[in-house]
């Protein structure tokens, strides 16, 4: 195989100002436990964008990012069963955990302090071939292009984690905050546990297909809910959403923040955003348990997935858009 195109971060900083830098290199080969995988497409995560601009510290010089990746087997790596050459898999964030903390143990393999990530503690799917651990990859529900298949490896499972996380049982209402990637889809899986589902957002182009996926409603930037929240889950990185979800919320709800990087949180009043047991809780990454019981369900129900495809080399542009705001749903890098 000859040398294949990647998109490095050579020094972390503004996306427009070329932070993220396209080579030419010699294909990743597997090591033990590992296969090498053919990216078909990549999606974009806002998580890929505050690797690029520095927002969060670096903990691979130089790296690929991405880790919504759908992709086909090339090489197998020794001491792996149960793949071969040809093997369509799905590729996430979670690369590795020790199995043997005290959270691992419990089931919180979230929380592994030796955790690694796929396109931040190594290479990710802003390439034409990465090589990744056998346990990190997924098998991959039918029904779905592979664009389609790409948003569900971590914008789904996690929005899955975060609808969890608030608490809303069927039947309550759920109020969620910013409409892109991971929030379109999550609002879906709330949807179909019978959960009524208010959207906000600034975003006019988010607002409208929330309403054409069955949301509620659909409000601007700032403009309360019709009904007091059971739940909340707030997906756009921007602190000053908090007080305001808070305040929407019914007694004894939970405001669940999806970010992995949030904008400084504003003062708060005890009485008007904390009393009466309002709870306000942070959605760190999520497990592979999780990732099977999300990409089971999508198996079994058939999720709308918004995409805007941009081609592999226009990963920068991508991140721009997404940074602007002008990206609606998720963007998808294709080959």
């Given amino acids: 195989m000859g040398k294949i195109r990647a998109w490095r971060v050579l020094s972390p900083g503004p996306v427009r100002h070329g932070a993220l830098v396209q080579v030419r290199e010699n294909p990743p080969r597997p090591s033990a436990g590992e296969l090498t995988v053919a990216v078909l497409t990549s999606a974009v995560c806002r998580t890929d964008l505050h690797v690029t601009q520095g927002d969060l510290p670096v903990r691979r010089a130089g790296v690929t990012p991405g880790h919504q990746v759908v992709g086909e087997v090339v090489e197998v790596g020794a001491a792996v069963e149960g793949y071969a050459a040809g093997d369509r898999v799905g590729v996430g964030w979670v690369r590795s955990t020790c199995g043997d903390c005290r959270f691992c143990v419990r089931g919180a393999e979230n929380l592994c302090p030796h955790a690694t990530f796929t396109g931040w503690h190594a ?34 499972i996690s929005g899955y984690r975060t609808v969890r996380m608030t608490g809303v049982r069927p039947g309550g209402v759920l109020g969620v905050y910013g409409f892109g990637s991971s929030a379109h889809l999550a609002a879906q899986f709330a949807m179909r546990q019978g959960i ?33 929240l059971d739940g909340a889950a707030i997906f756009a990185p921007v602190g000053e959403l908090v007080p305001l979800a808070l305040r929407a919320l019914d007694r004894g709800g939970t405001v669940a923040l999806a970010s992995i990087h949030l904008t400084d949180l504003p003062a708060m009043d005890y009485e008007e955003h904390v009393f009466y047991e309002r709870r306000l809780c942070s959605v760190t990454a999520n497990t592979r348990q999780d990732a099977r019981e999300f990409l089971e369900f999508a198996g079994r129900h058939r999720l709308h997935v918004s995409v805007t495809p941009y081609s592999l080399g226009r990963a920068d542009r991508a991140l721009v858009d997404l940074d602007d705001g002008r990206v609606t749903a998720a963007a998808v890098l294709t080959a």
């Fill in 196 to 228: 009524t589902v208010h959207v906000i957002t600034r975003n006019p182009a988010a607002r409208e297909l929330a309403l054409d996926l069955g949301a509620a409603s659909a409000a601007g930037a700032g403009q309360p809910p019709p009904e007091p």
């Fill in 123 to 156: 290479d990710g799917g802003y390439a034409e071939t990465l090589a990744v651990p056998a346990r990190a990859v997924h098998r991959l529900p039918a029904g779905y292009r592979d664009v389609e298949l790409a948003p569900l490896l971590c914008a789904g």
